[in-house]
């Protein structure tokens, strides 16, 4: 039982130094542009939000006379 408990735990660990040691990150050469953080994005969102709120909170009529 221990010695299962030992690998279950040193496996993980074992594997990850292996990852680190032989993956290498390459240079970023050119960026996208289209996940820019525009206020506008967000202003339109929070307007979006803002205008639900309103119109789906309209129909304050009972419902049985």
């Given at each position: 039982m221990a010695a299962a408990a030992?690998?279950?735990?040193?496996?993980?660990?074992?594997?990850?130094?292996?990852?680190?040691?032989?993956?290498?990150?390459?240079?970023?050469?050119?960026?996208?542009?289209?996940?820019?953080?525009?206020?506008?994005?967000?202003?339109?969102?929070?307007?979006?939000?803002?205008?639900?709120?309103?119109?789906?909170?309209?129909?304050?009529?009972?419902?049985?006379?």
């Open positions: 030992a690998s279950l735990i040193a496996g993980p660990i074992a594997a990850q130094e292996t990852a680190s040691t032989t993956r290498q990150s390459a240079p970023v050469s050119g960026e996208s542009e289209l996940g820019g953080d525009s206020p506008l994005i967000y202003l339109i969102g929070i307007a979006v939000v803002a205008a639900s709120i309103v119109f789906l909170s309209e129909d304050d009529d009972p419902v049985s006379p």
